[in-house]
């Protein structure tokens, strides 16, 4: 099954958050990854405020998801985002072909 990286990101520093924007792309799509939403328009229903990005990215199951994440090549442009933004991710597998009758 698909995995997903979900992010909810605010921006403190954005000369510096733009280097990791500059570098993690490439690395992203090194492991296949294909970006779903990034930024954009957003509302929060319930929970918290909506963060200023939201990110979703799919990957080609739950392992590769976090096979990039836990890559040397993201640990090393991730260090660019510190300090310029807080940050969640989670990685979620998805849900398979059959949706939630599954």
């Known amino acids: ?44 229903l319930e929970g918290r405020s909506t963060p200023q990005r939201s990110v979703v990215i799919e990957f080609a199951s739950y392992e590769q998801a976090l096979a990039c994440y836990h890559s040397p090549e993201y640990q090393q442009a991730s260090r660019h985002r510190q300090g310029a933004a807080n940050a969640e991710v989670i990685v979620v597998e998805g849900v398979g072909s059959k949706g939630l009758s599954e």
């Open 1 to 44: 099954m698909k995995g997903y990286w979900i992010a909810h990101v605010d921006v403190t520093d954005l000369t510096q958050y733009s280097e990791y924007t500059t570098r993690a792309p490439a690395v992203i799509a090194q492991y296949g990854g294909l970006l779903l939403a990034r930024g954009g328009r957003s509302q929060a």
